[in-house]
Structures are given as C-alpha cells and as structure tokens.
C-alpha cells in the first residue's frame, strides 16, 4: 500500500527495483505464493528491463516456497530464461479465432455488419494474420 501511495500520489510508476524490494517483502508473509506473470514479451527488453524482471524473479523463486507462471509468445531470449523448466505451447484454434472475431463484428460500420462475405473474409484474414496467437 505504502508503494502505491507514493506513486498514486506523484502520477507515477514504481521502478523495477521497488517491485522487486515489494514483492520480495509481501512474500515474506505467506508460507506459499503463486505469480503468474503474462505477455512478457511484451516488456521491453532494449534497456534490459525484461532481462532484469526475469532475473529478480527468479532470485525471489530459488529463495521462497514461490510457483512462478509465465506466459509469453516464443522469443529465444525468454526461452533461455527458462530452460530446464516446464514449457507448454497453446495456441488458439483457427475456429475459436473465426468464433471471437465474429462475436466481434457488431462493433464493426454498418457496411460490414450487412455484408456477409465481406466479414467471412474478414474473418479469414484475421484468422491467417494471428496464426494460433
């Protein structure tokens, strides 16, 4: 609480290190704690941040009684982070993506909700494009 008063406070974000120190000391309280971490591909990596965020939670991990759970699309360098360790690949189903873009299709202009080939090909396109992602 005290970590996000100081930011909601300031508009800011917290550091990497005082998310680290954080969780470090919310951990301390519990005999056993579950961090599911998703889409970390998507934290940038330019300025090590990624590097950094895998690093501290992996040092968190081999001190506590911590179950970490990542997900993220394969990028070698994540991959390597977690060699050794349990990998499962899920993808989505081509039906299960045409299902969800059609489910989509009234937040589409009127032209394409009257169109019934133009969103079977929209459709397509979205499930080719995605890939199982």
Do not use: W
């Not at 470090?24 to 998507?42: H, R, W």
């Not at 360098?77 to 349990?86: A, I, L, T």
């Not at 969800?100 to 937040?107: C, D, K, M």
């Amino acid at each position: 609480m005290a970590l996000y008063k100081k930011h909601a406070d300031r508009r800011s974000r917290p550091s990497l290190d005082e998310i680290i120190t954080t969780l470090n000391s919310v951990v301390s309280y519990y005999s056993k704690v579950y961090i599911v971490l998703d889409g970390l591909d998507e934290c940038a990596d330019k300025d090590g941040t990624r590097s950094e965020l895998i690093t501290g939670l992996r040092s968190l991990q081999s001190r506590t009684n911590t179950n970490l759970m990542v997900t993220s699309r394969f990028i070698t360098r994540v991959e390597q982070s977690f060699k050794g360790f349990p990998m499962l690949e899920i993808r989505a189903s081509d039906a299960d993506v045409k299902q969800f873009v059609a489910g989509q299709i009234y937040r589409l202009p009127n032209y394409i909700r009257r169109n019934i080939d133009l969103q079977v090909e929209i459709q397509d396109r979205i499930v080719q494009a995605v890939d199982g992602i």
